[in-house]
């Protein structure tokens, strides 16, 4: 299919062209945890767990890579074991999608490649452990995550446990505001931080009611707001990691990638090992259960915005 008359080769897997067709719930995720994430063959359980959680939910997963100049929305097993195997495969963000589309090339998509993808198809939901947002010495190095930008710009509701504690997540709430983003959490009072339950930051808003926050997402995009919206849900008590044991090794991984000159786009796999190697394993556990139970809360959320449209049909 090419999407909205433009000239981008869109695939959606047949289940997923079918459930959007009959307007049935569908969740988009991210192939750059497959490729960049946990190694092989983690990787490839964790792709399934997350996408069985969305079906727990109670809507169709979609993972969206870019393979063979096209956007594949929905990935099979084998798709997902040869993403999940072969070595090379580059992270695709926003800012890179037209250049390996149109050179007819491949790779993973980020969080801000896939909300373009999501909204080119016509997917309201998309779940994710955590976004990106400002990094720490933003005001110096004007280091801030396309993932930020790119919610300005797509309309689709983003569901995930915050963004990561490395980030400057003052700042992060601050550009989230003054860009008009409504930020929402349920379950929690606060902001989480991927895998603390807290972030320190006070959450705007709260609300705990599937069919309200369906609504809410709704009468965003009716209101004529361009953008999407993020729903944030915090980690399980059991999978949490305490803050000031993550804020510790955040601390020792800064200096570390300070030392080593580790600056831009690999500054963030870079910190995400460091303290995962300083928690002994801890945070990778915790950012795999978060992957599970934001998409699980995608699933959810996606299905009650279909009910809702629905019913206003």
């Known amino acids: 299919m090419r999407s909205a008359g433009r000239a981008i080769p869109v695939v959606p897997t047949a289940e997923v062209r079918e459930a959007l067709y009959e307007g049935r719930p569908v969740v988009a995720l991210e192939s750059n945890v497959i490729t960049h994430g946990l190694a092989h063959p983690a990787n490839v359980e964790a792709a399934h767990r997350v996408e069985a959680a969305v079906r727990k939910g109670g809507a169709v997963p979609a993972t969206i890579c870019v393979d063979g100049g096209a956007i594949r929305v929905g990935m099979s097993d084998a798709e997902i074991e040869r993403f999940a195997s072969e070595p090379g495969i580059p992270k695709v963000s926003s800012r890179d999608l037209p250049i390996v589309l149109a050179r007819g090339g491949r790779g993973a998509t980020t969080v801000a490649s896939s909300l373009v993808a999501a909204e080119l198809v016509g997917i309201p939901f998309f779940a994710s452990a955590g976004l990106g947002g400002v990094h720490r010495g933003a005001p110096t190095t004007m280091d801030v995550s396309s993932d930020l930008i790119q919610l300005t710009r797509s309309k689709v509701a983003v569901v995930c446990a915050g963004a990561k504690m490395i980030l400057d997540l003052k700042l992060t709430m601050?550009?989230?505001?003054?860009?008009?983003?409504?930020?929402?959490?349920?379950?929690?009072?606060?902001?989480?931080?991927?895998?603390?339950?807290?972030?320190?930051?006070?959450?705007?808003?709260?609300?705990?009611?599937?069919?309200?926050?369906?609504?809410?997402?709704?009468?965003?995009?009716?209101?004529?707001?361009?953008?999407?919206?993020?729903?944030?849900?915090?980690?399980?008590?059991?999978?949490?990691?305490?803050?000031?044991?993550?804020?510790q090794a955040i601390a020792e991984a800064l200096a570390s990638a300070e030392r080593d000159g580790v600056r831009g786009q690999g500054l963030t796999k870079y910190l995400m090992r460091a303290v995962d190697r300083a928690t002994g394993g801890r945070t990778a556990k915790a950012n795999l259960a978060v992957l599970v139970s934001t998409a699980e809360t995608g699933g959810r959320l996606a299905a009650a915005y279909a009910r809702h449209r629905a019913a206003a049909a």
Do not use: K, M
């Not at 320190?200 to 369906?214: E, I, K, N, T």
């Not at 209101?223 to 999978?239: K, L, N, S, W, Y």
């Open 174 to 247: 601050e550009y989230l505001e003054t860009h008009c983003v409504p930020v929402i959490s349920t379950g929690s009072d606060d902001f989480p931080a991927f895998y603390c339950a807290s972030s320190g930051v006070r959450s705007p808003h709260r609300v705990d009611d599937d069919d309200l926050l369906a609504r809410i997402v709704a009468t965003h995009w009716a209101a004529g707001q361009p953008g999407g919206v993020v729903i944030t849900t915090p980690p399980r008590p059991e999978d949490a990691v305490d803050p000031a044991e993550a804020e």
